[in-house]
């Protein structure tokens, strides 16, 4: 077996692979982990970390709160150290890269590093061989019986904003800055763009969010981004709405955005976050026979096969859902698959995600949007957290759950948690949504009082006879 591409896509398969038997080569050029771990989930929910931190403050006031020091009996506001951040957010990646290392290594995987392409040739006995180049320079060849592609995705690039990693920046290069910018404008207003945005806001960076929507996080439940909107503006972030980028140029000390309508935004950093592109390029996979879109992402079935004879693919590079957790299940299903292990197909019905904002947004399951569209014959109930007790406890202002079922057999379809911690709150749904569990079956499960769990439990009872 060989694995181009050490992702979660590729480094979940290599342990499933060995687990059945396989003699397992993984290939990455970057480092093990992949995106995920060097540039993407890892190092920038690090960096939030710091961020979340600082915007529980906000309420230190009210809960009574203050601190000594400062001029005059000024309290003083806290800081986010940069320097210190950055630097924590860069050692704790290659710290999870070289724990993945180490774990697969003691599983027995073999790990080459360098960059991989496949033969176009298939042998009589159904094998193929594997180009490696190493980081070294050497030129490799590996046989073998199965290929799992899984290159991912590098950050997308335009042509009129060429990132220069000082002043125009991917978010892959957001981690070389050693001090808060002065007015950092991000271009795109997606998952990526807003959580970003967000948390140099609460880091303390006069932030401009250019969004090319009506609201920021289009395609996201729409209450949900109206709320975090809102907590955008309200902590002083400039959100422009309907406005395009034409393009970012470098001029002194900083940087000048140009918007479609002739607009310019002048700032000290411009972050671009408009998607990525799918690493499928220069790998031969169109000559082995491999489907590949327009777009350049993998065609795959739902248990990750493509359309060249025992060629796998996984995660990023397949455009099926841009999550660490799916391109995992993705690489993971191929393996049982090709091994010949039990496999069920991926159901993307059953896959939390989570916005990492303050609060976060955590979706599973339908959306809103089927529902009142008539697609789908469900019920929906919404509650705000702060009727929580435990939320005013806790002096959380900003939040809701909501709990979709459907109306003929009462099952829970979906729901949306806004709150702190949104990303552990979901699991509960997510276990009845999987399990297709009824909502009487899930307000009927105890709940901490006070919690704000209890809030998922009484938007089920709302829905009893819905
Ligand atoms: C800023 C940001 C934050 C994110 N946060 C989250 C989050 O919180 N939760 C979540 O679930 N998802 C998140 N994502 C999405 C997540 O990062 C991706 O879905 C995930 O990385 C996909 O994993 P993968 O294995 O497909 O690819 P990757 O993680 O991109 O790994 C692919 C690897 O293959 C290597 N490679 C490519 N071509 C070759 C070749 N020819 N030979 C050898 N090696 C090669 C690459 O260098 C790379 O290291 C985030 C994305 C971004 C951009």
Redesign the pocket.
Same mark, same amino acid.
Not at 27 to 31: I, K, L
Not at 114 to 117: D, E, F, K, N, V
């Given at each position: 077996m060989v694995i &181009? $591409?050490?992702?979660?896509? $590729?480094y979940e398969a290599a342990l499933v692979a060995q687990q059945l038997g396989a003699h397992v080569h993984v290939?990455?050029?970057?480092?093990m982990g992949?995106?995920?771990v060097?540039t993407?989930?890892v190092p920038?929910?690090t960096l939030i970390a710091t961020a979340e931190w600082l915007t529980v403050t906000e309420q230190a006031g009210e809960l009574g709160i203050g601190a000594d020091g400062g001029p005059d009996g000024d309290p003083g506001t806290l800081r986010a150290d940069m320097d210190t951040v950055d630097r924590r957010v860069v050692r704790l990646a290659a710290k999870q890269s070289k724990d993945i290392r180490t774990r697969l290594e003691r599983e027995g995987v073999t790990i080459i590093s $360098?960059?991989?392409?496949i033969d176009a040739e298939i042998s009589a006995q159904g094998s193929r061989r594997i180009f490696v180049t190493t980081t070294a320079g050497e030129e490799l060849e590996l046989e073998t019986d199965i290929v799992l592609v899984?290159?991912?995705?590098t950050p997308r690039v335009l042509p009129s904003a060429q990132p220069d990693g000082e002043r125009i920046l991917t978010?892959a290069q957001m981690y070389n800055l050693t001090e808060i910018p002065e007015h950092l404008v991000v271009v795109g207003s997606g998952v990526?763009g807003a959580?970003f945005a967000g948390a140099y806001n609460a880091l303390g960076a006069p932030v401009t969010l250019v969004s090319s929507r009506d609201r920021v996080l289009p395609g996201e439940d729409e209450h949900a981004a109206e709320l975090i909107e809102a907590v955008f503006r309200r902590r002083g972030m400039t959100v422009l709405s309907r406005s395009r980028a034409a393009a970012v140029r470098r001029v002194d000390h900083g940087v000048e955005v140009e918007l479609t309508d002739g607009r310019v935004v002048t700032a000290s950093h411009c972050l671009v976050a408009v998607g $990525?592109v799918p690493?499928t390029d220069g &790998?031969g996979l169109t000559e082995a026979g491999v489907e590949v879109s327009d777009s350049g992402h993998i065609k795959v079935d739902r248990v990750s096969r493509t359309r060249a004879f025992r060629v796998y693919a996984?995660?990023?590079?397949t455009g099926v859902l841009?999550?660490?957790?799916?391109?995992a299940m993705q690489g993971r299903i191929a393996m049982w698959h090709a091994l010949g292990d039990a496999v069920s197909p991926l159901d993307l019905d059953t896959v939390a995600a989570?916005i990492?904002t303050a609060p976060e947004i955590a979706t599973i399951g339908v959306t809103q949007k089927q529902i009142e569209s008539g697609e789908i014959d469900g019920a929906i109930t919404r509650l705000p957290i702060t009727r929580n007790p435990r939320a005013k406890m806790l002096g959380i202002k900003e939040g809701f759950v909501k709990l979709f079922s459907d109306r003929s057999t009462g099952t829970v379809i979906g729901g949306v948690v806004v709150a702190p911690r949104a990303s552990e709150l979901i699991y509960p749904i997510t276990i009845a949504v999987t399990q297709r569990l009824t909502v009487d079956q899930l307000a009927n499960v105890f709940t901490i009082y006070p919690s704000l769990t209890g809030s998922i439990a009484e938007a089920a009872r709302t829905l009893h006879r819905a």
């Open positions: &181009i $591409g050490g992702g979660p896509g $590729g290939v990455e050029r970057q480092g992949g995106s995920a060097l993407d989930v920038s929910k $360098g960059t991989g392409r899984a290159t991912g995705a978010w990526t959580e $990525g690493a &790998i996984a995660g990023d590079c841009p999550l660490a957790s799916v391109a989570n990492f």
